[in-house]
């Protein structure tokens, strides 16, 4: 088996991601079959999960990583719940408008029904989801709401999204070649449990810690902990079903306690195959129906104001020269924006730059002064010559290797 991607060449991938463009609809549909994820080469703590309810037989780390390997389960239903808590501020909706802003969402253009804007609701608060697939190329996620549900719908070549609140409707397709679906963000616990396993090397200790009962499936339960000190993970709990060995629950607990950061799991499941009628859809009527390449041409017709700030551009300069610093579970993303000042300047005005600067920590260092924005997760300094340094650790490991970095 091949060994695990490094932690520095999973974010080396997404770093290229602002040079490929806005993402396609079909990299947001829920994947189906496992990813190889390869335990060879690392060494892992051969514990045994001999205790717990339910029963079952002992296994060993490596046994339980190769067991989620080949697993081959592609038909599947159920619901999902995921909470979010980032612990970040409340800005009063302000960060929806940016997401909007960011997203191309807005009264220039754009669809409620868009998936890159839509799916953003998931990074904070507790959700339910229904999901349902039938191999690589039919899948449905339902994102369930008080008085309206969004859907998002593969089927064969088509993307489907359909808001119901609006009734309104996006279309896309999906690229033949399968590239789309290498590039989702995580949506299942499957999908969470595979970046995270990403990330295994010599810094980490892989355990089986005993055994659990999911959605009403004996699972056993796989915890994944930093050996480094300065991380702000704890810990990341995978629950795996005992036959299948598809991952039922993920839960991600950070170093300083507390809630968990991300938790998502099945609270119902079926292995069953899906109704082909599931995956039918058909916009209804009255419904404004918006294409994919729509929305990219709104994008480029809009483009940005004479007078946008020239910090949008220096960041994406800088995105271009990421580096990264330090090893494993330490790992710190940086990049020079080009400006000077520590906040992005000349663009949302003082009394906003103001509001910013006093949601983060003013620190001191070798590399000079900067501010340091801190979630329960991750943590990023802008430095006051432009310079900033991202990663899920300490704000005292973040000084250290921007000091290292300078």
């Known amino acids: 088996m091949a060994p695990y991607e490094s932690d520095d060449m ?10 490929a463009g806005r993402r396609r609809a079909a990299r947001y549909v829920v994947p189906v079959t496992v990813m190889g994820v390869a335990a060879a080469t690392i060494g892992l703590v051969p514990a045994i999960a001999s205790s717990g309810d339910p029963d079952l037989p002992e296994i060993t780390a490596a046994q339980l990583i190769e067991k989620i390997a080949q697993s081959d389960v592609e038909q599947l239903s159920g619901t ?6 980032l612990g970040l501020p409340d800005l009063g909706g302000l960060e929806n408008s940016l997401a909007s802003g960011a997203t191309g969402q807005g009264e220039d253009g754009g669809s409620s029904a868009d998936p890159s804007a839509k799916l953003t609701e998931l990074a904070s608060g507790t959700h339910t989801l229904r999901i349902a697939a039938d191999g690589p190329d039919r899948q449905k996620v339902s994102l369930l709401e008080n008085a309206a549900e969004y859907s998002l719908i593969h089927n064969g070549k088509d993307v489907w999204g359909y808001d119901s609140g609006s009734n309104e409707v996006y279309h896309g397709t999906v690229d033949a070649s399968g590239e789309d679906r290498e590039q989702q963000p995580p949506a299942t616990p499957k999908d969470f449990a595979e970046e995270a396993l990403k990330a295994v090397d010599d810094t980490t200790s892989v355990t089986v810690d005993g055994t659990a009962q999911v959605a009403g499936r004996d699972a056993y339960k796989l915890v994944v902990k930093p050996r480094q000190s300065g991380s702000t993970v704890g810990a990341i709990s995978i629950a795996v079903d005992h036959r299948t060995g598809v991952p039922l629950k993920f839960t991600l ?9 991300v938790d998502v799991g099945f609270t119902k499941v079926s292995f069953d195959k899906p109704a082909a009628s599931t995956f039918d859809f ?8 918006t294409e994919d390449g729509e929305l990219d041409q709104g994008r480029e017709h809009s ?14 300069k800088g995105l271009d020269g990421l580096k990264m610093l330090g090893e494993g579970w330490n790992t710190v993303a940086t ?7 520590g906040l992005p300047a000349g663009g949302t005005g003082g009394d906003l730059d103001g509001f910013l600067g006093s949601l983060g920590d003013q620190v001191k260092g070798e590399f000079g ?7 329960r997760l991750v ?8 310079k900033v340094y991202v990663g899920t650790v300490t704000k005292d490991a973040l000084v250290k290797a921007a000091d290292a970095g300078k």
């Open 80 to 85: 999902v719940k995921i909470t979010t808590d």
């Open 303 to 316: 483009g940005k104001p004479e007078n946008a700030p020239k910090s949008e551009e220096d960041l994406a």
């Open 253 to 261: 607990t950070p170093s300083s306690g507390g809630a968990a950061v």
């Open 369 to 375: 002064t900067g501010t340091v924005f801190s979630t």
């Open 10 to 19: 999973t974010i080396a991938r997404e770093a290229d991601e602002p040079r």
């Open 335 to 341: 990049f020079d924006t080009g400006g000077e000042g």
């Open 282 to 289: 058909t916009p209804p009527k009255g419904a404004k129906v």
């Open 379 to 386: 943590n990023a300094l802008i430095t006051e010559d432009g």
